[in-house]
């Protein structure tokens, strides 16, 4: 089991940048692949991006070429650099650490974050 804590979610304006970042404690962090997923008001919990521990990594269509994940397992943290931010970001974005399966699916993690609340204004 992993303990997560996300931080670093604010009220931003559109076009700005955000960086969250998810401090992770209990297991080995450099052998845990970790997710990004977000969940806005009234809708399903959707896959944001996804990094594995060779460091490749997946994004969501609709933040490839803006968003960025990294993790730094020195310090073990992941980040998801977030730039252009739209009004559509607007959500609750939750970092977890995958067990099994595919990687965009949430039932594919089994641990997760309280998550941090990111408020985009038009």
């Known amino acids: 089991q992993v303990q997560l804590v996300e931080s670093g979610g604010e009220l931003v304006q559109a076009g700005g940048s955000l960086r969250l970042s998810c401090a992770a404690s209990?297991?080995?962090?450099?052998?845990?692949?970790m997710g990004w997923f977000r969940q806005a008001p009234g809708k399903e919990r959707e896959f944001v991006a996804f990094i594995n521990w060779s460091d490749d990594t997946y994004y969501a269509d609709s933040v490839k070429g803006r968003f960025t994940i990294s993790r730094d397992n020195a310090k073990n943290i992941v980040f998801l650099q977030m730039n252009s931010l739209k009004p559509e970001d607007t959500a609750v974005y939750y970092c977890?650490?995958?067990?099994?399966?595919?990687?965009?699916?949430?039932?594919?993690?089994?641990?997760w974050g309280q998550g941090t609340q990111v408020t985009v204004s038009s």
């Open positions: 209990g297991r080995t962090f450099s052998s845990i692949a």
């Open positions: 977890a650490a995958h067990y099994s399966g595919t990687y965009y699916y949430t039932k594919s993690y089994n641990d």
